[in-house]
């Protein structure tokens, strides 16, 4: 039995991945091509000291991906129109030495309270 089966995820957000495509005529070039359809991902979320969310999630997600539509278990949004920038994943583990998860650091990009 895994140990994640008593983790809440209260909070759900649209996720916005992407794919690195390489310039034909400059192979040295690459940029991120982000997807347009988003992924629903659940997500147990707190806030540090420079106002960073600190998430919690058995998805994955990349780094420099986007976070949208943040809202609380009762359909609330945390930020208006707020976006996110995943800054830093790491898995999570559990006692018994497996992965349980990931977690991240997003950076605020765009939107107020």
Not at 45 to 53: H, P, Q, T, Y
Not at 87 to 104: D, S
């Amino acid at each position: 039995m895994k140990l994640n089966t008593t983790k809440l995820y209260p909070f759900t957000g649209d996720y916005y991945g992407y794919t690195q495509i390489t310039d034909p005529n400059n192979p040295d070039t690459t940029a991120n091509q982000y997807t347009t359809i988003p992924v629903q991902v659940k997500m147990d979320l707190s806030v540090n000291l420079v106002g960073e969310l600190i998430i919690e999630s058995l998805s994955k997600m990349q780094i420099d991906g986007y976070l949208r539509n943040v809202v609380d278990k009762n359909g609330e949004t945390i930020y208006e129109n707020g976006g996110w920038v995943i800054t830093q994943t790491a898995p999570t583990l559990n006692i018994l030495g497996e992965k349980q998860g990931y977690k991240y650091r997003a950076r605020l990009f765009e939107g107020q309270i």
